[in-house]
């Protein structure tokens, strides 16, 4: 598999060129970026409510609870469609949702820190993390434009670390192949 990998090692170097390229627009058109990664979500909700919807009306005939994946379908299909209505609106949801979870899960991570400290050592590492997504979750929701903006930052630097990492691993699989390409067995 490696062999196959590594004669194909152009494509990894152009994936990574690809995420590098996203990461840099995220950066320059954070704005757009946003609207874009609102707009994809929208299309996904819209388009997994409408097979949703197309499983409850195919199987309803054996199942007693259909309607419950009709239901989530309809929910599915409007949430997309509200959110191309309301692109804005549907972005600053999504951001007082993750700042919901940071700051619930953030608690959590405290209370078992202070659970596990008779059990282990470094418990509160596991508390400072928890610290520090419940401070991430508030000041998301004190300045939520602030978080919109480091939500499209922190998929900006994934993207250019990533993009990084599949062109340095191109390079390296070109080398072992071409090395691979000069090593002759010798007969015995």
């Known amino acids: 598999m490696i062999q196959a ?3 194909n090692w152009w494509a990894l170097a152009l994936r990574g060129l690809a995420a590098m ?4 627009a995220t950066f320059v058109w954070p704005g757009i970026s946003l609207f874009v990664l609102v707009l994809l979500f929208g299309a996904y909700a819209f388009v997994d409510g409408i097979f949703a919807v197309v499983a409850a009306f195919s199987d309803r005939a054996g199942k007693q609870r259909w309607w419950v994946l009709l239901l989530e379908g309809l929910a599915g299909i409007a ?14 949801v999504l951001l007082y949702l993750i700042a919901a979870w940071a700051i619930v899960t953030g608690v959590f991570e405290v209370m078992a820190a202070i659970r596990l400290r ?8 596991l508390a400072l993390g928890g610290i520090a997504s419940v401070i991430f979750g508030v000041l998301m929701v004190i300045w939520p434009g602030a978080g919109a903006l480091t939500v499209v930052w922190l ?10 990492l599949m062109i340095f691993l191109a390079f390296r699989l070109r080398g072992w192949s071409k090395g ?3 090593y002759q067995p010798s007969p015995s």
Do not use: H, K, N
């Open 118 to 125: 008779r059990e282990i050592e470094g418990e509160w590492l």
């Open 5 to 7: 990998v590594a004669r």
């Open 155 to 164: 998929i900006g630097s994934y993207a250019l670390v990533f993009g990084l």
């Open 79 to 92: 949430t997309g469609i509200l959110t191309f209505i309301w692109p804005g609106m549907t972005a600053f």
């Open 180 to 182: 691979q390409e000069d």
């Open 21 to 24: 390229l996203f990461g840099l």
